[in-house]
C-alpha cells in the first residue's frame, strides 16, 4: 500500500521554528482527516494532532497543524532539546479503505 | 486512566503462528474501534489493522490479509491478533492502539520475532 511522503530528516536550531510536511494524494491528505504522532527512541508513539488541525489534552500550544491540498504540515515554534524525536503523519485512504502512515521524519535540534 | 497492555509476542518459526493480545482498562472498550500498527526494527510505523467497536467491520492492510485476523472480546475488555504464515517480515513490535480521536493512545508494544 502506497504511504505519505515525509521528509526522512529536519534539522533546526534551539528556539527556532521547525515545519514538517506530508504529501498524500486526494483519496487520503487531501479529503481524509490527518494525524500527527510523535516517538521518542524506545517509546510507543504519541499523538499530538487529530483531524487535521486538533491539539490532544496536554499537547504543547508550540505546536499547530494544518492542510493545504494534499499537504499536511505540523509546526513546532520555539523548538526545544525534547522536541528531538520521529514525526509520523497518518491518514485514512478512502481508495485503499486502510490507514496509511507516512515513513516519518526525524527532527534534530541543533 | 487508559491503559492497553499487549502480550503473546515471542519468537515463533518462519510459517508459524501466534496470537497477540491487548488488555484494555480505563475507558468503555466496546465504544471504541482499535487498531493494530506494527513497527520493525528501525523503521517506520506501518498500520497493520482495524476493527470496529461491536466488531462488525474489519480492515486490514494488503501486506497481512488473508494471513493475519483481528477479533475483540467486549466482555473481556480484550482485543486479539491472530497471525499465520508467519515470515521474516513480519518481525517488528507490535502496538495495540485505540480510535477515540485517531489514534490517541498506543501500549507499550510487543516484539514479534520470526526466525529459524
Known amino acids: 500500500q502506497a504511504g505519505l511522503t515525509q521528509p526522512p530528516s529536519v534539522s533546526k536550531g534551539l528556539r527556532q521554528t521547525a515545519t514538517l510536511t506530508c504529501t498524500g494524494n486526494?483519496?487520503?491528505?487531501?479529503?481524509?482527516?490527518v494525524a500527527w504522532l510523535q516517538q521518542h527512541q524506545g517509546h510507543p508513539p504519541k499523538l499530538l494532532s487529530y483531524?487535521?488541525?486538533n491539539r490532544p489534552s496536554g499537547i504543547s500550544e508550540r505546536l499547530s497543524a494544518s492542510r493545504s491540498g494534499n499537504t499536511a504540515s505540523l509546526t513546532i515554534t520555539g523548538l526545544q532539546p525534547e522536541d528531538e524525536a520521529d514525526y509520523y503523519c497518518?491518514?485514512?485512504?478512502?481508495?485503499?479503505?486502510?490507514?496509511?502512515f507516512g515513513g516519518g521524519t526525524k527532527l534534530t535540534v541543533l | 486512566q487508559v491503559q492497553l497492555v499487549e502480550s503473546g509476542g515471542g519468537v515463533v518459526q518462519p510459517g508459524g503462528s501466534l496470537r497477540l493480545s491487548c488488555a484494555a482498562s480505563?475507558?468503555?472498550?466496546?465504544?471504541?474501534?482499535m487498531h493494530w500498527v506494527r513497527q520493525a526494527p528501525g523503521k517506520g510505523l506501518e498500520w497493520v489493522a482495524f476493527?470496529?467497536?461491536?466488531?462488525?467491520?474489519?480492515f486490514y492492510a494488503d501486506s497481512v490479509k488473508g494471513r493475519f485476523s483481528i477479533s475483540r472480546d467486549n466482555s473481556k475488555n480484550t482485543l486479539y491478533l491472530q497471525m499465520n504464515s508467519l515470515t521474516a517480515e513480519d518481525t517488528a513490535v507490535y502496538y495495540c492502539?485505540?480510535?477515540?480521536?485517531?489514534?490517541?493512545?498506543w501500549g507499550q508494544g510487543t516484539l514479534v520475532t520470526v526466525s529459524s
Open positions: 497518518s491518514a485514512w485512504d478512502s481508495s485503499l479503505s486502510a490507514w496509511v
Open positions: 480505563g475507558f468503555t472498550f466496546s465504544s471504541y474501534g
Open positions: 476493527i470496529r467497536n461491536d466488531g462488525g467491520n474489519k
Open positions: 486526494s483519496n487520503n491528505v487531501g479529503n481524509q482527516g
Open positions: 492502539v485505540k480510535e477515540g480521536t485517531d489514534f490517541d493512545y
Open positions: 483531524r487535521n488541525n
